[in-house]
């Protein structure tokens, strides 16, 4: 089996968020801390958090969770390159899961295929903790993932569905409609969207990738 593929990129660097700044003393130090916020790719070891967010999230408002803990495991064994997590000091706070697609449009069979190698990613699901939401982190992870994107060899654009409520947060993050999806989940309906990663030189140039 081969390992899974590491991926440097500036996206993928922790970063650390303004705080107030406050002097401890020696004895209450602590010898080991972690970033105060932190992006990285998800493994096997982040299924629990990833599907216990999705599914507080999901069940809540359509009764179903894009992916099953199934799933979010086989996908984060597969390909979690294609994964990207948002962790505040050590908590997943919000996350994104990808797979390698090779048609023109998603199909069925793309919500539980990975197929490597292939030029699209498709976004199976963006979450974001209950307690974190209405903060933009949504918007900022989302962001992030796709510049990300743009340093892997091979990309040349990002493929999701999404019901029709979230095609205007989509479309602000540079997202084209491609019109109704062929796939349903139950009675839900959804929009297929699609985003260029090709063609980006100058971006990469200037990304550090």
């Keep these: 089996m081969m390992a899974p593929q590491v991926v440097s990129s500036p996206f993928l660097k922790p970063f650390f968020l303004k705080t107030p ?33 999705e599914r507080e999230a999901f069940i809540s408002v359509s009764g179903e969770c894009p992916l099953t803990l199934d799933e979010v495991l086989s996908f984060l064994g597969q390909c979690p390159e294609l994964s990207m997590g948002w962790f505040e000091e050590g908590q997943l706070v919000a996350f994104i899961i990808g797979s390698g697609w090779d048609k023109e449009k998603l199909e069925q069979e793309a ?30 992870l989302l962001w992030r993932y796709l510049q990300y994107l743009r340093c892997l060899p091979g990309l040349r654009r990002a493929l999701l569905v999404c019901e029709e409520f979230l095609v205007p947060f989509y479309q602000k993050a540079g997202f084209k409609e491609k019109g109704a999806s062929a796939i349903s989940v139950g009675a839900l309906a959804f929009t297929e969207m699609e985003y260029p990663l090709g063609g980006l030189a100058y971006a990469r140039r200037n990304s550090g990738c």
């Design 111 to 140: 919500m539980t295929t990975h197929v490597p190698d292939s030029p699209t990613v498709h976004i199976h699901v963006l979450s974001v903790h209950r307690h974190c939401r209405q903060q933009g982190k949504g918007s900022i």
């Design 21 to 53: 700044i406050s002097v401890a003393s020696p004895r209450r130090q602590r010898r080991h801390t972690l970033p105060a916020s932190e992006f990285r790719n998800l493994t096997p070891q982040d299924a629990i958090s990833v599907f216990e967010i």
